[in-house]
């Protein structure tokens, strides 16, 4: 049986061979423009309800659902057909709706502070997997329509490219939504970066940095090492000449780690040949990570300090906290 997502428009067809032609641009609007399963699909016969129900299979297999924030903030749990485990993060406001999607089962990276890299790495995701996340996020979240994906849950991105952009095609032609909304979020992989550079759709890039000197930055991102700061910066350099997008740094405030004034110089002067906006994020907490992170009196001092050293600064919005569903914290726990 092949997976509800991961079927091209040439197997859906051989699947309804038989059917008039239209059905397979039906079946498939239906999936991807309406979110829509098989047997959802009223305006279809019931016996080709019942035959697509049994020639595509969901790949995802909900193990638990949680909410934080009055229900604005919903968690997945998803089992997959091998037995690995995602999670999935459906996050409300007042002029969008968002998801937060895994690329990989855990992750290889090994950054310290995040949970999904203490648990190691199972595998890469397919497309099928990456989309099915977004569009059963789609039906949990009707009447509302799912607006932006960010590409920041379990996994490294650019590490699984192939999928992740098979994924960023589909979004954008079938499910309707703008390239400018999808961004893809990387520790700094720079051949990744580079493959983004060339790529088609204008995609937003935000890059996981955390320290701006190698020293600290090999200890908080491992693979700084590999792609140390003056590689990833080059990176970024072509990135931004070669797209005119604006470039994202992430940085999560580590207490007495990475908060200090000399952090925020140094960031500054990291960022501001770049352009670049910072987002800065209150690290939260993780079961494996024993340093804590900035109280909101110091998130809001760092952001001020970056402002008037002339670096484009927002501080990110923490959702989901008491589920673990905030930045850093998907981790795949069993139900």
Not at 36 to 58: C, I, V
Not at 150 to 160: D, R, T
Request: glycine letters at 8%; hydrophobic letters at 45%; proline letters at 5%.
């Amino acid at each position: 049986m092949a997976g509800l997502y991961d079927v091209d428009r040439d197997a859906l067809a051989a699947l309804l061979e038989g059917e008039p032609a239209y059905r397979a641009r039906q079946v498939w609007e239906g999936l991807y423009r309406r979110a829509l399963l098989p047997d959802e699909m009223t305006d279809l016969p019931l016996t080709l309800r019942a035959r697509l129900s049994g020639g595509l299979s969901p790949a995802l297999d909900e193990r638990r659902r949680r909410s934080a924030d009055d229900g604005r903030t919903l968690k997945w749990l998803w089992r997959l057909p091998d037995g690995a485990e995602v999670e999935t993060v459906l996050m409300r406001y007042d002029r969008r709706t968002t998801v937060c999607v895994s690329s990989q089962a855990g992750c290889a990276m090994r950054c310290g502070f995040c949970a999904t890299g203490q648990g190691g790495f199972a595998r890469h995701l397919t497309a099928g997997e990456i989309l099915e996340q977004v569009l059963a996020a789609a039906r949990a979240a009707a009447p509302e329509r799912v607006t932006h994906v960010v590409f920041m849950g379990m996994g490294e991105p650019l590490a699984n490219y192939a999928a992740v952009w098979a994924a960023v095609e589909r979004l954008h032609d079938d499910v309707g939504i703008s390239a400018r909304r999808l961004t893809i979020s990387t520790v700094g992989i720079v051949p990744g970066i580079d493959r983004l550079t060339a790529a088609a759709l204008p995609v937003n890039l935000a890059v996981s940095l955390h320290a701006a000197n190698d020293d600290l930055r090999n200890r908080l991102v491992p693979v700084n090492r590999r792609y140390p700061l003056g590689l990833l910066a080059e990176a970024c350099t072509r990135y931004v000449r070669t797209t005119g997008r604006r470039l994202s740094f992430e940085w999560a405030l580590i207490d007495g780690v990475n908060d200090r004034p000399t952090d925020a110089e140094e960031l500054a002067a990291y960022v501001r040949p770049l352009r670049a906006h910072v987002n800065v994020i209150p690290l939260n907490p993780t079961p494996g990570f024993p340093a804590r992170g900035t109280d909101a009196e110091g998130v809001a001092r760092f952001a001020t300090g970056l402002r008037r050293l002339g670096v484009n600064t927002t501080v990110r919005d923490t959702r989901g906290v008491e589920i673990d569903a905030a930045c850093g914290q998907l981790a795949a726990r069993p139900a």
